[in-house]
């Protein structure tokens, strides 16, 4: 064939799937995933076959792991040597393996995720155990192929005299495949494979009455028994594995929390550094010291608590924020008759007893066949001691031992291995003594024969067999359950509060979004003007309060947002703090407008007070909108806005039989009074219900809330467009019913009328703050002005072509505690 009719023209979808194709197939088969009936992937049956060729076995002297290494690479894994060497290291790990494969002198390890000493140091040979997985392999029980240099043949699958699958469990990733199984106790294992091989038709409920669950070799305790029944049915299923843990009385009248047990291929040193490091960020308050003391009597992590510290809610945190509790996720994937299956418990099960009994019966015959050869040896030498001295005649008259042969088998009809036998046979065995041997062995020849012959043609007594030899396996090498089985779900309930310690801080959160919190000593050392904030930002919320106190911040487009104080970020008071944006995504547009210490969750009593700029109110119950699951990263809806344009204007929180009035200021300077219990209570996506009939092109600018035992003593301060400040007494506003237009608080002027900019209840006589477009502040003292009539337009106090127009005013102190320092 000429070389251009050797190229053929493919597409590169073509190529790339069918070479990709051949790949799969390789490390799905080759390489990831372990045979259902040995449980073991090529690389560790090349392994454990190379070290029993090499005698490398428990009952020898170990030997150099590099050697074995060696040997593995250069006649059965043409891989590299380290791959090699980390999963020989692997099968003798006792805190990976449930029934360890292999046996390592030196250092293999340790649950820390350090790496073993380079194999030129360490020594090998196989487990006892390793034994009962090659036992007969030399009795053509399994298929045997040539190796990748067609110099030595190697096993396709190893005999397994138990289900090492289960026992020891796989981990793997392969092309669109990936496996994850547990190991198992070896004694319920194979409890289980002889119940199954008894009673074929067995439900999983029948075998779960001996597997209980997965045995991690480092122990700890699995929590629930529904994940376990839904992986032993589908292969798939999750299951929490928690830390064994007991809470010890210490001097001092303190406590501590001793480790014993971790969960399953958890990094011990990494375990220790993450609780280390909650301790150190005062994530929680009550931890003095974490050890690891781990030693050769077993593993410990002491977790040390400072006095009066709740032993049993620290250890719920730590199990819900460290691995000292994690998920385990079944994923049971083995190749079965070459095809990678995801299998459920009995689907193993059954797969090793159909391996297992062609493995014996393979065995069985090739016993058979040996037991027959030798029986007709021996039948052939008992004869000759009957004839002997014709025989040897007969042998003395041929001409050569081949010659000799031919007349023994045409005169005396031996068959031609008796003749072989004969001729062969030395002088000294010609004695009474021997021929008594003889009898004996053929009696007990025919004994075994028989045996086999009943093996091979009686199915129960095939099933005899695999029983006596699984419970040899059984009274040989079971040892008790590590893993307890809680029926305890893992359901974590933690006390917040109790985990953080009650102190006093200083926090402060703004208009923009700002959030932060400070000790004490930093505020009370900071300048009054000095709290880190951008320039033309506002401070919405700033006080003392304790880190166990929880807000909700409201903002002008409906969310709400819950920050238990604790959560805050810690910095100094000059520092600016942390932006919502870095956890929340707010609108670039979006302001908090208010925000409010909640002092119990449980409460039903208390009612927040929503209002929007285009017309609409609301009460939300407390009890409606409590903090949710994903509130680090999400901010709850507290009313639904109509449109785009729509803002909350202010929000308040009231008791629920609230007597209050509810006073609307439109920005054409319409007031609208009535009784706030007119306002329905709604769910937090509802929109509300009308509060005022706003005229086109108008809208709310806020609204007060007041007894109205006390409207004649409490005043209104209202700052125009114009600059114009008026303060009137509320009871001049007429009572109505909701949704109505009100009546005019300012004087309609024909030409540039004035517009409510905005409004501030107060007491008599307090200080303002009035803000301008160009971030002007401006101090306004109430006792300067006199108390108006609905038709003033009140007195120009700010400059709009120099200052610019006014957008707030903020409450200030009361002159008469002769404090008028500013607010900004």
């Known amino acids: 064939m000429s070389l251009k009719e050797r190229i053929r023209e493919m597409s590169l979808e073509q190529v790339m799937g069918e070479r990709f194709g051949r790949y799969s197939k390789y490390i799905i088969q080759e390489r990831a995933l372990p045979d259902i009936r040995d449980g073991l992937k090529p690389v560790q049956r090349r392994i454990l076959y190379a070290m029993y060729k090499d005698n490398n076995t428990y009952d020898k002297a170990f030997k150099k792991a590099a050697k074995a290494v060696g040997n593995i690479m250069g006649n059965y894994h043409p891989h590299g040597d380290s791959s090699i060497y980390g999963a020989l290291v692997h099968l003798s790990q006792d805190w990976k393996m449930r029934e360890p494969l292999v046996e390592m002198h030196g250092n293999n390890g340790s649950m820390d995720g350090d790496g073993p000493a380079a194999m030129r140091y360490t020594e090998s040979r196989l487990a006892k155990i390793s034994n009962l997985l090659l036992q007969d392999i030399d009795k053509e029980t399994v298929n045997m192929v040539l190796n990748f240099d067609d110099t030595e043949y190697e096993p396709t699958v190893l005999p397994a005299k138990f289900p090492n699958l289960l026992i020891n469990g796989s981990t793997g990733i392969s092309a669109g495949y990936a496996t994850e199984i547990p190991p198992h106790n070896l004694e319920e294992v194979i409890d289980a494979t002889i119940y199954l091989l008894n009673h074929p038709d067995a439900s999983l409920d029948d075998l779960m009455e001996y597997v209980k669950g997965p045995d991690f070799p480092t122990g700890a305790i699995v929590m629930g028994t529904k994940g376990i029944k839904e992986a032993y049915e589908t292969g798939r299923g999750r299951i929490q594995v928690r830390a064994k843990s007991t809470i010890q009385e210490i001097r001092g009248h303190r406590q501590q929390i001793v480790v014993t047990e971790i969960p399953f291929d958890v990094n011990k040193a990494l375990l220790v550094k993450k609780i280390d490091e909650i301790r150190l960020n005062k994530e929680i308050d009550g931890i003095s010291e974490v050890r690891d003391e781990t030693d050769r009597h077993g593993l410990s992590i002491v977790i040390e608590l400072k006095k009066d510290a709740d032993a049993e809610n620290i250890l719920n945190y730590l199990f819900k924020n460290t691995d000292l509790q994690v998920s385990y996720n079944f994923n049971m994937v083995a190749i079965d008759h070459m095809t990678p299956v995801q299998v459920g418990l009995k689907r193993i099960l059954s797969s090793y007893l159909e391996h297992d009994k062609e493995v014996v019966t393979k065995r069985t015959q090739y016993d058979l066949k040996k037991a027959e050869d030798r029986l007709e040896i021996i039948e052939g030498l008992i004869h000759v001691m009957d004839i002997l001295d014709q025989v040897i005649k007969t042998i003395r008259a041929s001409k050569n031992k081949a010659d000799a042969k ?30 008594e041997a003889l009898v004996k062995e053929q009696t007990d020849l025919n004994k075994k024969v028989l045996e086999y012959r009943k093996i091979l043609t009686d199915e129960s007594t095939l099933d005899k067999e695999i029983i006596k030899e699984l419970r040899q396996v059984k009274k040989d090498f079971s040892n008790p359950r590590r893993t307890e089985i809680s029926d305890q779900t893992a ?19 703004s208009r923009d979004g700002y959030l932060k919190r400070s000790s004490l000593r930093s505020y009370q050392s900071t300048s009054d003007d000095d709290n880190g904030l951008p320039k033309r930002d506002q401070v919405i919320f700033e006080k003392d309060i304790s880190t166990l106190a929880n807000l909700y911040l409201f903002t002008n487009k409906g969310n709400l947002i819950y920050r238990p104080v604790h959560e805050l970020i810690d910095t100094k008071w000059k520092e600016t703090g942390q932006h919502l944006s870095q956890e929340i995504g707010l609108a670039a547009d979006e302001q908090i407008i208010r925000v409010f210490e909640i002092p ?24 409606n909108i409590q903090p949710t699951r994903t509130y680090r990263s999400r ?17 308040d929180l009231t008791s629920v039989d609230s007597k209050q009035e509810i006073m609307l200021f439109t920005q054409k300077a319409y007031a609208v009074r009535f009784d706030l219990a007119e306002v329905p209570e709604s769910g937090a996506k509802a929109a509300g219900v009308k509060s005022v009939n706003l005229k086109d092109d108008d809208n709310i600018v806020a609204y007060v809330l007041a007894d109205p035992a006390y409207l004649d003593l409490l005043r209104v301060g209202i700052i125009t467009n114009r600059g114009a400040f008026k303060q009137m007494q509320l009871d001049i506003i007429n009572k109505v019913s909701r949704a109505k237009r009100g009546v005019l608080v ?44 609905r038709y003033s337009n009140g007195s120009f106090i700010v400059d709009t072509t120099v200052d610019g127009t006014p957008v707030a005013m903020i409450l200030g102190k009361p002159v008469a505690n002769g404090d008028s320092k500013s607010l900004f």
């Open 746 to 789: 300012l004087r309609e002027l024909k030409n540039n009328p004035h517009r409510i900019a905005a409004i501030q209840l107060y007491g008599q006589d307090h200080l303002l703050k009035i803000m301008t477009s160009s971030d002007r502040k401006l101090e306004v003292n109430t006792l300067d002005f006199p108390v108006n009539d």
């Open 635 to 651: 901010a709850m809806s507290a009313i639904k806005l109509k449109n785009d344009n729509s803002t909350v204007v202010r929000v």
């Open 406 to 435: 031919d007349n023994l088998v045409k005169e005396y009809d031996f068959s031609p291995r008796q003749a072989e036998a004969i001729v062969s046979l030395q002088l000294y065995r010609l004695t009474n003594t021997d021929v």
């Open 491 to 509: 359901k974590i309930e933690i006390d917040e509060k109790a985990l953080v310690a009650d102190e006093q801080v200083r926090v402060l959160i």
């Open 600 to 623: 119990d969750f449980e409460r039903d009593d208390l009612t927040f007070v929503l209002a929007t700029n285009d017309g609409y109110i609301k009460r939300l119950n407390l009890s």
